[in-house]
C-alpha cells in the first residue's frame, strides 16, 4: 500500500540567491527559538536562536527573524552555496516545559549549482 | 571539543530482540535528550534527563523502551523486546543548561528491525 510520511516542504533557490525559510509555531508562551541545520547522515545542527525579547538577530550568512504577533519566524540565508542544500527545522521552547524543545517538520533546501 | 557521540552508528537487530544504544554527552552538559526520527512523525522527544535525573518519559512509546543516565558522561537507550515499528533513527543530544540553551545532537544511531 502507499506510505503515508511528513510532507516536507520544499525550497530550491539558485547558487547565490538568498533563501528564505518559514516556520509558524503554534505555542504563544514559548519564548526560546532554534534554527537547526540537518544534512544526510547526520544529526541536526544548530545554526542560531533567538529569545521572544528580540526581534531580529543576525549570524554569519543567516539572519532569524521572530514575528510574535502572528507566531512566525523565518531563517534567511545570504548568499545560499551547495553546502547550504539540507533540511532546516525551527524548535520552540518555553519556561513552562523546562527546555522540552519541540520541532518543527522541517524544509527541505535544494540549492542548484 | 568532541561533541555528542554515540554508538553503535548502525543496528539491524531481528524482532524480539534487546537493543541498547548509547550517548556520551558533551562535558559540562548537564540536560541530555533521546529523540527518535521517522519519515512518518519527524523528530520525537522520548526522554529527557537534567543532572542525570529523569525529568520527563512522556515520550517513551511503551514499557518495552527504558533509558538511564548512571552518571554524567554516559546514557543508554534500551529497546526489549525490539519490533519491526522500532526502526528509526535514535538521536542523542545534551545541552548545557535547562532552559534557553540549544540542543546539540549526537550523529545518531540508525536502527532497523527486520
Known amino acids: 500500500g502507499e506510505s503515508v510520511g511528513l510532507h516536507l516542504p520544499t525550497l530550491s533557490v539558485q547558487e547565490g540567491d538568498n533563501s528564505i525559510i518559514n516556520c509558524a509555531y503554534s505555542n504563544s508562551a514559548s519564548d526560546y527559538f532554534i534554527w537547526y541545520k540537518q544534512e544526510s547522515g547526520k544529526g541536526p545542527q544548530f545554526i542560531i536562536d533567538i529569545r521572544s525579547n528580540m526581534d531580529k538577530r543576525q549570524g554569519q550568512r543567516v539572519t532569524v527573524l521572530l514575528n510574535k504577533t502572528v507566531k512566525h519566524l523565518s531563517l534567511q540565508i545570504a548568499a545560499t552555496q551547495p553546502g547550504d542544500s539540507a533540511v532546516y527545522f525551527c524548535?520552540?521552547?518555553?519556561?513552562?516545559?523546562?527546555?522540552?524543545?519541540?520541532f518543527g517538520a522541517g524544509t527541505r533546501l535544494t540549492v542548484k549549482p | 571539543d568532541a561533541g555528542v557521540i554515540q554508538s553503535p552508528r548502525h543496528e539491524v537487530t531481528e524482532m524480539g530482540q534487546e537493543v541498547t544504544l548509547r550517548c556520551k554527552p558533551i562535558s559540562g552538559h548537564n540536560s541530555l535528550f533521546w529523540y527518535r526520527q521517522t519519515m512518518m512523525r519527524g523528530l520525537e522527544l522520548l526522554i529527557y534527563f537534567n543532572n542525570n535525573v529523569p525529568i520527563d518519559d512522556s515520550g517513551m512509546p511503551e514499557d518495552r523502551f527504558s533509558a538511564k543516565m548512571p552518571n554524567a558522561s554516559f546514557s543508554t537507550l534500551k529497546i526489549q523486546p525490539s519490533e519491526p515499528r522500532d526502526s528509526a533513527v535514535y538521536f542523542c543530544?545534551?545541552?548545557?543548561?535547562?532552559?534557553?540553551?540549544?540542543?546539540?545532537f549526537g550523529n545518531g544511531t540508525r536502527l532497523t528491525v527486520t
Open positions: 524548535a520552540e521552547n518555553t519556561a513552562y516545559n523546562n527546555n522540552d524543545m519541540r
Open positions: 543530544a545534551s545541552s548545557r543548561d535547562t532552559y534557553n540553551s540549544p540542543l546539540h
